[in-house]
């Protein structure tokens, strides 16, 4: 897939910064938790076990509320990655065993092969060089170690009109999130489809600045996929 302009992408982070400055005020995120919501996405999509394993957590693309912030609280060490992590205003504070370096995925900020796993959950769809991402979160990874990817996706006759979709510089299907993950060299052990997870009241019908939600209830998915390194 076409990499985007560094143009573009500061556009799109743009965006980005400013859904993150408002996102309280949205109907849908009224009384949101991270800590139960990502609590209930890490039970649902990766085993006790690996949970265990995961001693060094890279997060990639963490945004200010991201996984390591409320989750494997037992790991040694968690890095959270964001290149808007400085700007956010709802931005985490290192401590105890969670560190954070605002840099792009394109280049990560530690040594190879270091990682038992790495998360990158709704970022390859907002970034520069998606190719360049997934190879860098194989470098960073040990050997057999796990990469846990989330990207929205859309059914593919939808991504040749989705150009309107200004705040995102990639749009995928679950074919070609799993064709990137197989030609970077990970295995994929598993596949989740889950609907975007928001209740929309139906005055947002009547929100013009909703119906992107609304699209993106009827027709966008979650796609997980856990990958491994041989
Ligand atoms: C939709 S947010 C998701 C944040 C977080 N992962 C979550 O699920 O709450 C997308 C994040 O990707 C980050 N991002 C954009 N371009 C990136 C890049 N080239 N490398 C790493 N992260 C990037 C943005 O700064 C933003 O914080």
Redesign the pocket.
């Known amino acids: 897939m076409e990499h985007a302009t560094t143009k573009r ?1 500061q556009e ?2 743009q965006a ?1 910064l400013d859904w ?1 400055q408002n996102w309280r005020k949205l109907p849908f995120y009224t009384n949101h938790s991270f800590a139960s919501y990502w609590g209930n996405v890490i039970s649902d999509v990766m085993s006790e076990a690996d949970v265990a394993k995961a001693r060094t957590i890279v ?9 390591v912030r409320y989750m494997f609280k037992d790991a040694p060490v968690k890095l959270g ?4 992590l400085c700007q956010y205003d709802e931005r985490p504070k290192p401590g105890g065993n969670t560190f954070y370096a605002a ?4 280049s990560i900020p530690v040594k190879d092969g270091v990682a038992d796993l790495v998360i ?4 390859i769809d ?4 998606a190719d360049q ?1 997934l190879g860098e979160m194989r470098r960073v990874l040990k050997p057999g170690g796990q990469l846990l990817l989330e990207v929205h996706t859309f059914p593919a006759i939808f991504t040749p009109i989705m150009f309107f979709d200004h705040p995102h510089t990639y749009h995928w299907t679950r074919k070609t999130v799993l064709e990137l993950v197989r030609k970077t060299g990970f295995s994929i052990e598993r596949t989740r489809q889950l609907q975007f997870p928001i209740s929309l009241p139906w005055t947002s019908f009547f929100v013009p600045s909703h119906w992107k939600y609304i699209f993106g209830k009827l027709f966008m998915r979650l796609t997980y996929v856990n990958c491994r390194l041989p």
């Not at 997060?59 to 996984?67: I, K, L, S």
């Not at 907002?126 to 060089?129: P, Q, T």
């Open positions: 992408w799109a982070q980005e993150w997060e990639v693309g963490c945004g200010p509320h991201g996984v990655t964001d290149p808007l840099a792009v995925g394109e990158c959950i709704n970022v907002h970034v520069m060089d991402i």
